[in-house]
């Protein structure tokens, strides 16, 4: 089992940065992707940002240049800097980890206002 607590959420102004944060614990030794997802009222979990264990990055076109996701390895997290925020951005977002030929994991998702 592994466990993903997400922070790091919070409301902010047009323009504004917030910076995400996941620390993952239990058995995180098979974790190989990680990512965040985002969930707006009303659509669909989208895929925000990648990241391979190698350090290997993918972003969705929406958030390309405003957004970084990185990971640490030792210490088992994940983070994404959000810049440049916009109310588009606004939504649940979530941690999930891939384990190596096993299931996925999610976080229980924090909240992204962002205010025009």
């Known amino acids: 089992q592994v466990q993903l607590v997400e922070s790091g959420g919070g409301l902010v102004q047009s323009g504004g940065s917030l910076r995400l944060s996941c620390a993952a614990s239990g058995r995180t030794a098979n974790i190989n992707d990680m990512a965040w997802y985002r969930q707006a009222p009303g659509k669909q979990r989208e895929l925000v940002a990648g990241?391979?264990?190698?350090?290997?990055?993918k972003y969705a076109d929406s958030v390309k240049g405003r957004f970084t996701i990185s990971r640490d390895n030792a210490k088992n997290t994940v983070a994404l800097q959000m810049n440049s925020l916009e109310p588009e951005d606004t939504a649940v977002y979530y941690c999930n980890a891939q384990v190596l030929f096993s299931r996925s994991y999610w976080g229980q998702g924090t909240q992204v206002t962002v205010s025009s």
């Open positions: 990241i391979s264990r190698g350090g290997s990055t």
